[in-house]
C-alpha cells in the first residue's frame, strides 16, 4: 500500500504541511480520513501513500480529476460554502484534515464526521497573517486561540497546538491542532 510520494519539479506547494506530516502516523490501511478543501491534493496524496483510503472534498473539479486515478482517493467535488446540507453526515473518518482553509459554519460538521477517538489535523491562517500579505481577509483568518477554544468547546483532547509565524518556505501567522475526539 505504501506508495512514493510524488512531487513535480521539486515544488514546495506541493509537498505536505510538516505539521500534517508531524501528526499523521503510518495507517494499517484500515483507517479513512477526509481532507476538506484538499486544494491541490498534496494531504491526500500523502496520506494515500503511507497507507489511508482518502476522501479529498473541494470546490476544484479540476485538480480533483487528476485524483481520480490514485485508487485510494475518492475525490468530491463540493462547495463547502454554498451547500447548506452536510453531504458527508453518515460517514465517519478516523482523521480529519483541513488545512489553509477556514468556514466556520462547517465546525459542527467536521466534529460530526469524526469518529470516537478520530483526530482532527487542523492548520490554517491568523489574524496576524494580514501584515504578510494574503490571506488578510479577516472572515477567513483565526482569532487569538479560536482553535484552541474550538477544541475545548466540543470535548476534543488537545496533544498539540501551535499559535505561531513561520519564515518558510513563505512568512505567515498560523494556528495549528492536533487533537482527538473523546
Not at 494499517?28 to 498534496?42: F, K, M, V, W
Request: proline share 4%.
Amino acid at each position: 500500500m505504501n506508495k512514493k510520494l510524488k512531487i513535480k519539479n521539486n515544488d514546495s506547494s506541493l509537498l505536505p504541511s510538516e505539521w500534517v506530516k508531524n501528526n499523521l502516523p503510518i495507517s494499517n490501511s484500515n483507517l479513512n480520513l477526509l481532507d476538506l478543501a484538499c486544494g491541490n491534493g498534496r494531504h491526500s496524496i500523502y496520506a494515500a501513500s503511507i497507507g489511508y483510503r482518502v476522501i479529498s472534498v473541494d470546490i476544484n473539479k479540476n485538480i480533483l480529476s487528476e485524483m481520480q486515478n490514485n485508487e485510494f482517493i475518492i475525490p468530491i467535488q463540493l462547495d463547502l460554502e454554498k451547500n447548506n446540507i452536510w453531504p458527508l453526515q453518515d460517514d465517519k473518518f478516523d482523521v480529519v484534515i483541513v488545512t489553509n482553509y477556514l468556514y466556520r459554519p462547517i465546525f459542527k460538521n467536521i466534529i460530526k464526521s469524526m469518529k470516537s477517538d478520530g483526530k482532527l489535523i487542523y492548520e490554517t491562517f491568523t489574524e496576524e497573517n494580514s501584515a504578510f500579505g494574503k490571506p488578510n481577509n479577516k472572515n477567513y483568518l483565526l482569532q487569538p486561540q479560536e482553535l484552541l477554544k474550538f477544541a475545548r468547546n466540543n470535548k476534543l483532547k488537545i496533544i498539540n497546538y501551535e499559535e505561531i509565524i513561520i519564515e518558510k518556505p513563505i512568512k505567515k501567522a498560523v494556528q495549528r491542532i492536533f487533537s482527538i475526539l473523546k
